[in-house]
């Protein structure tokens, strides 16, 4: 037994305090704090790319309501003056550009609206303007952006605002001289469609004698834009060796909107017996 414990103890490893960490254990902790780094940096990485998502798709609502708050806003002051019509006499003496109210299926959207605001001090304007909404091609976007599955390569859409406070001059029902502002990129659809007693139609001209010189009583409005792109149809557009993607995810807002204008005014054609809110 004593000679048992005599030779463990001849052949028993001893480390000098002083020596320092061997190799092994050198290299055992180089990895453990390589994966801790690493693991440290993707879940950093996560959380930006995660904030920059919610950044983004926080600005394309933002940007949704905004237009269509302001499209409302227009909409609920449009105004359709006549040759005789006191009002318009005393807001803006020198309105010399006709009244109308245009919709089409482009869709373009031409009226004349009183919620217009100078942003000028002490110029000589009113509160009376033309306003056009237009959807119109987003030229600085990548084309392969829009491409849903199936679709070929789509051209990116904008909705644009175009202000004319001088209501001076149209020609073929477009503003001729205004302020242009870009309310929304990355617009996916914008359906216009106005009442005329029974159904919400497309087309609209105060111009044609069949719309008698009346304004429509209330206004739909949908309003559909896309939002950033998840992470794997981001690295499937960015690969570019797939011919189909994922549809891309939209926001949709609705509304209706009744111009105040038209309060009195009979509707273009008699309601029906049967009225259905629901379409």
Request: aromatic share 6%.
């Amino acid at each position: 037994m004593k000679s048992s414990q005599l030779f463990n103890k001849q052949f028993q490893l001893k480390r000098n305090p002083q020596s320092g960490f061997t190799l092994i254990e050198i290299v055992i902790s180089v990895g453990i704090i390589a994966s801790l780094s690493l693991y440290a940096v993707n879940a950093m990485s996560n959380q930006i790319e995660t904030r920059n998502r919610l950044q983004q798709s926080n600005g394309v609502i933002h940007s949704a309501h905004s237009a269509m708050m302001r499209l409302t806003d227009d909409l609920r002051h449009a105004f359709f003056a006549t040759g005789n019509d006191e009002q318009a006499a005393k807001s803006n003496s020198d309105l010399i550009g006709r009244p109308m109210f245009v919709l089409n299926q482009n869709p373009r959207l031409l009226f004349m609206t009183q919620s217009y605001q100078s942003l000028i001090a002490n110029r000589p304007e009113s509160n009376i303007a033309y306003v056009q909404y237009v959807v119109c091609p987003d030229n600085s976007a990548p084309a392969n952006v829009c491409r849903g599955q199936g679709d070929a390569l789509a051209q990116t859409k904008q909705l644009v605002r175009i202000v004319d406070p001088g209501v001076k001059k149209i020609s073929d029902d477009a503003i001729v001289d205004g302020v242009s502002q870009v309310l929304v990129n990355d617009l996916k659809e914008l359906k216009i469609s106005a009442w005329n007693g029974q159904d919400f139609i497309l087309d609209w001209n105060t111009e044609r004698s069949d719309y008698g010189r009346k304004m429509p009583k209330m206004v739909k409005i949908d309003l559909s834009v896309y939002t950033p792109d998840d992470p794997l149809r981001k690295q499937l557009r960015e690969e570019g060796g797939s011919t189909q993607l994922p549809e891309r995810a939209s926001l949709k807002l609705s509304t209706i909107v009744y111009l105040m204008y038209t309060a009195g005014q009979t509707d273009l054609k008699e309601p029906k017996s049967e009225m259905s809110w629901v379409q």
